[in-house]
């Protein structure tokens, strides 16, 4: 944590150098209030969860503080919201660690968090509640407080997925039915979970959000697979998948204009916000190797630069090698979450960690590669990194819930080496 507290302030002030020739007036303020905040999570977890994992934390700090500076550098009015944000996100981790006691009574409430989840799914859509937001319709609001329910509802997803697929593992796994020469699944198996899954495509569908709804299909096919082990689940999803873009390129103008930008972001540079990719590209090669130095990159140019883009500000004046870091911070935040998830106690604490990590991965790799171009441009924030307050918080739920998830196989492995101690 202090690692982490130290790079942060020495790229603050950098930034401000860089930017503005001189220390930053607030260096003490801005060191006091991440340390305090960033303790405030540790002392909760060092009271609530003890034996959790003692490297997810440090990480998160890191890459709030990386994407914090950024923001602060290019709009400072949205860097103290983020520091709002961040303490809020700091409060419900705590929040979450004191009340969610053991993870694995959550699997009582299965069809709960299905009607959950798909409540705050739709909850944009109900008139005069939801509202849109450059062509999506995520936003709902609460006087002047805007929040994206999507962002809980994928938490949520996860947890009835995760329930359902440990309950129904052994048939979801096992061929019993004949279809001429060959056995296959119990269709009757698959009917629930298509169904959840469909609903939630097709509520996102109508939302306009095509990323969250490629980021829940994407989890759902990891899940079956990881649940399985047959690779026919992936044959089928790879499947939906073409099927599924092909429709979307019929049906959605959004999916349309993104598949296009994709394919040739160059032929639109004089269109509003169309040049995000082509700008976001210039601002990558002027970074080179080792950056353009904090402060001094000129990616403000680039539409939603604290955002959308923001990898792309790291990329310039950070370079390859800040790009090089960042993806090693969310590689080691993913093994670590899939090291949580071997050690969990139950297939269904095994399952939800593993989606829970999929999930930061997931959006890490949608958003980074649709900024390289290595695939279509989605919007999805950075995790820990991007400007958002709802997103922030969701990261660090899932924060909370993976360490609780490792609290409970540390303190159980650590309960059978002392019970094994004592019998011999």
Not at 99 to 111: A, E, I, K, Q, T
Not at 190 to 200: K, R
Request: with cysteine; glycine share 10%; hydrophobic share 55%.
């Amino acid at each position: 944590m202090a690692l982490a507290w130290i790079i942060t302030t020495a790229f603050y002030v950098l930034a401000f150098l860089g930017a503005q020739g001189k220390m930053p007036p607030s260096i003490l303020l801005f060191l006091a209030g991440i340390v305090l905040i960033s303790l405030l999570m540790h002392f909760a977890i060092a009271r609530y969860a003890p034996n959790a994992s003692e490297i997810l934390l440090p990480i998160a700090t890191l890459l709030n503080g990386i994407g914090y500076v950024e923001i602060a550098r290019w709009d400072p009015a949205e860097a103290r919201n983020q520091a709002l944000w961040f303490l809020v996100s700091a409060v419900g981790l705590a929040v979450t660690l004191k009340v969610v006691r053991h993870v694995r009574d959550l699997d009582r409430y299965r069809y709960l968090t299905l009607v959950a989840a798909l409540a705050l799914l739709a909850a944009p859509l109900v008139p005069g509640v939801g509202t849109t937001v450059n062509g999506a319709r995520l936003w709902i609001y609460f006087g002047p407080f805007s929040f994206q329910p999507v962002e809980i509802a994928k938490i949520l997803l996860i947890f009835f997925f995760a329930s359902y697929f440990a309950a129904n593992r052994d048939l979801l796994s096992t061929p019993t039915q004949r279809l001429g020469p060959r056995r296959i699944v119990p269709p009757k198996v698959l009917v629930p979970i298509f169904v959840a899954w469909g609903l939630s495509i097709a509520i996102l569908g109508a939302e306009n959000d095509l990323g969250f709804a490629l980021l829940i299909f994407g989890l759902f096919i990891a899940l079956l697979w990881v649940t399985t082990g047959l690779k026919s689940y992936v044959l089928l999803g790879l499947g939906l998948l073409v099927g599924g873009a092909f429709m979307a390129d019929q049906l959605f103008y959004q999916v349309q204009t993104r598949i296009s930008e994709w394919l040739d972001p160059w032929s639109v540079v004089n269109f509003t916000y169309s040049h995000q990719l082509a700008f976001g590209w210039f601002s990558i090669a002027a970074g080179g190797i080792t950056g353009t130095g904090l402060g001094l990159g000129q990616s403000g140019t680039v539409p939603f630069i604290t955002s959308d883009m923001i990898f792309a500000a790291v990329a310039e004046e950070l370079g390859f090698l800040g790009v090089i870091l960042t993806l090693c911070l969310f590689a080691a935040f993913v093994g670590e979450g899939f090291r949580i998830a071997q050690r969990a106690s139950s297939d269904f604490l095994r399952l939800t960690a593993t989606g829970l990590t999929a999930l930061i991965g997931f959006q890490a790799i949608f958003i980074m590669a649709g900024v390289l171009r290595l695939l279509p441009f989605t919007g999805i924030t950075l995790p820990f990194m991007a400007y958002g307050g709802s997103s922030l918080i969701a990261n660090y739920l899932v924060v909370a819930i993976l360490l609780r998830i490792s609290d409970e196989g540390n303190s159980e492995k650590r309960g059978g080496e002392v019970l094994a101690v004592h019998l011999a």
